[in-house]
């Protein structure tokens, strides 16, 4: 049930988003189909951008388990899985508004069939050459993504998944209004990677580890010393081992 509440109020803000947005356009420019396509997508593409940094803010997501009923309401312990819906959600809508923009064009083929010494229109527009570099960012971050390359590489996943800094900055040049959406998650996630380092500065110590007996996918055992850490139910905590993956 809470699935389907979360998601039927997540599609409907985005057809009122949506709506908004090509009723808005069409009343101050008299222009074709796709143009409104275009614009209706990049009114979703400001949206879901400024969602997608929400569900990777591990203490925002722990704070949520401590207020009551928010758990009717979304399944937060699926904050990745809402993260990758998302950012497919993105892809597709990407996809939309870049094909709609290019046939927005009268005919489409003048992009491509200009004249000889022409320079495309995508080379001598902001929007147009930051929307070229972050249709090459997306396509190296989501291809590293896949989860073939994460379990095999995860250090390439790690570091190319960070060319998200790059990517919103030029989100913020490509798009006028973008930054209006991103600037309040874009902040929840900075103040999130300082806990993440101010965290990470306390030592840990590993006492003892163990093979667990019976355990048919290899699983181990740590134990380890707690410094000023309070355990509850339900925790758990993120281990830094760069060897493992070359143990494979």
């Known amino acids: 049930v809470t699935k389907y509440l979360f998601l039927a109020a997540y599609v409907s803000v985005s057809v009122v988003l949506f709506v908004e947005q090509v009723i808005r356009k069409r009343k101050n420019v008299s222009d074709n189909f796709w143009f409104l396509i275009a614009k209706g997508c990049g009114q979703l593409l400001n949206f879901n951008c400024a969602l997608l940094l929400l569900p990777v803010c591990r203490t925002f997501i722990r704070w949520l388990h401590n207020i009551p009923g928010v758990e009717n309401v979304i ?19 990407s996809a939309i508004h870049t094909f709609a923009h290019y046939m927005r064009q009268k ?16 080379y ?28 095999q590489r995860f250090e390439a996943f790690w570091y190319t998944h960070h060319l998200f800094v790059l990517w919103y900055i030029l989100l913020c040049f490509h798009g006028p209004h973008i930054w209006k959406w991103c600037a309040a998650p874009a902040g929840l996630y900075l103040l999130e990677r300082i806990l993440r380092w101010w965290r990470g500065q306390t030592p840990h110590s590993v006492i003892k580890v163990r093979e667990v007996p019976g355990s048919s996918t290899e699983v181990m055992g740590l134990h380890m010393e707690r410094n000023g850490f309070s ?3 339900g925790q758990y905590f993120f281990l830094n081992c760069p060897d493992l993956p070359g143990m494979g």
Do not use: Q
């Open 75 to 93: 399944n937060i312990d699926k904050n990745i899985s809402l993260h990758r819906y998302i950012a497919r959600t993105v892809l597709v809508l």
């Open 107 to 122: 005919p489409p083929l003048d992009i491509i069939c200009s004249k000889p010494g022409a320079v495309p229109f995508w």
């Open 124 to 151: 001598t527009r902001c929007a147009g050459v930051t929307g070229i570099l972050l249709c090459l960012i997306m396509l190296v971050m989501y291809g590293v993504a896949a989860e073939s390359v994460k379990r």
């Open 231 to 233: 355990y509850r139910a």
